[in-house]
């Protein structure tokens, strides 16, 4: 083996992480559908005071583009806490139909008159995320731009798209890496079990997650997230398979997500 080729199989080997393999491959469950979807939650704050909503929505796409889902989310801060923390961010991606790996994300946030703005594109195994941080007085914007180089990158949007189709009763637990804004974390479900759970007016059956996070540094080695000190979602057990449920204990407070609507 000549030197050059030496080079390349060590590079190849140190782009690859070991936790790689543990990455849950799509099988999707016979009777998934990918169908128009509309999500409306409701975000509570330890566990009474009303803090926010939160609306999804799915779309197939059709013609040319018939290879592509697009999905669109909306948050805002409500109530009192918009008091304290008045925040907005709306977020469109799309996704492949097939692999429902994303093929483009775009999110823009503003808090407390900070906004901020992400671009990210995926090609042949790297993704690039463009950010943008333009302060409340408008001065000193910030740019930045961050590369990953791993094939098998999530957005929270078709994160949420891969729970949906995945046959759980092939896995007792998922991992999948996710890229909710330009930094990489792992993520871990582990089925607890089947659980009745009254959401707002409606008994759902449905299938109780355990959720870890794992932060990927710069290095890709895994580091703890300190941030979320524990989680748990509820997925319907049914042909939807839509979160109606999620709780998660952070380093700021008890935060709920409960499903409001589906159409």
């Known amino acids: 083996m000549t030197g050059f080729a030496v080079f390349d199989a060590v590079r190849a080997e140190a782009a690859t992480p070991g936790w790689s393999a543990s990455i849950t491959p799509l099988v999707r469950r016979s009777d998934a559908e990918i169908r128009p979807l509309n999500l409306s939650y409701e975000v509570s704050w330890s566990q009474w005071l009303q803090a926010g909503s939160l609306h999804i929505a799915f779309a197939p796409k059709h013609g040319r583009q018939q290879a592509l889902i697009e999905a669109r989310a909306r948050a805002q801060s409500l109530g009192p806490v918009r008091v304290f923390w008045p925040y907005e961010s709306s977020t469109r991606a799309e996704i492949w139909r097939r692999t429902l790996y994303p093929a483009r994300f775009e999110h823009e946030q503003t808090e407390s008159g900070e906004r901020e703005t992400y671009q990210a594109t995926y090609r042949k195994g790297v993704m690039h995320v463009e950010s943008t941080l333009t302060p ?39 991992t999948l890496l996710v890229q909710p804004l330009d930094r990489l974390y792992l993520v871990s479900f582990t089925v607890v079990g089947q659980e009745q759970r009254r959401v707002f007016e409606t008994r759902w059956k449905t299938i109780k997650l355990a959720v870890r996070i794992r932060r990927v540094t710069d290095d890709y ?20 398979r839509v979160p109606v449920e999620i709780q998660a204990d952070l380093r700021v407070g008890f935060v709920s997500m409960r499903l409001r609507r589906l159409d």
């Open 136 to 174: 409340r007085d408008r001065r000193g914007v910030e740019r930045e731009t961050r590369t990953h180089e791993h094939d098998q990158i999530r957005d929270v949007l078709s994160t949420l798209l891969f729970l949906q189709q995945i046959d759980l009763s092939q896995h007792q637990s998922l």
């Open 221 to 240: 080695e895994l580091a703890s997230y300190n941030k979320l000190r524990s989680a748990t979602l509820w997925l319907s057990n049914d042909e939807h």
